[in-house]
């Protein structure tokens, strides 16, 4: 079994910032590629931002430029810089991970950690 535990979230103003940390831990032989998404009540969970084992990195069109996601050096563990806040930024982000164990891939999810951006 795998977990993942995000951290970091809470409240800050528009323009502020927030960094979350998420990190993996369990059954784990390699993790291909980390991530972060975000949902609001009524929307589905968007990607905010992705990156690679070999840190190529991807984001969300509404965060580019903003939002900067990398990996610790032992590759269990993911950040997502959060700069430039906005309203629209509200929401529970969730951790992902694509996990190898064996010869098997699972996709993992956190549970989830509150980013309010509010004046």
């Known amino acids: 079994q795998v977990q993942l535990v995000e951290s970091g979230g809470g409240l800050a103003q528009p323009g502020g910032s927030l960094r979350l940390s998420c990190v993996a831990s369990?059954?784990?032989?390699?993790?291909?590629?980390m991530g972060w998404y975000r949902q609001v009540p009524g929307n589905r969970r968007e990607l905010v931002a992705a990156i690679t084992f070999l840190n190529n990195t991807h984001y969300g069109t509404p965060v580019s430029g903003r939002f900067i996601i990398s990996r610790g050096d032992a590759k269990s563990t993911v950040f997502l810089q959060m700069n430039k806040l906005e309203f629209g930024d509200t929401g529970v982000y969730y951790c992902?991970?694509?996990?190898?164990?064996?010869?098997?891939?699972?996709?993992?999810w956190g549970q989830g950690t509150q980013v309010t951006v509010s004046t």
């Open positions: 992902n991970a694509d996990v190898q164990t064996g010869m098997v891939l699972t996709d993992y």
């Open positions: 369990g059954d784990i032989d390699n993790i291909n590629a």
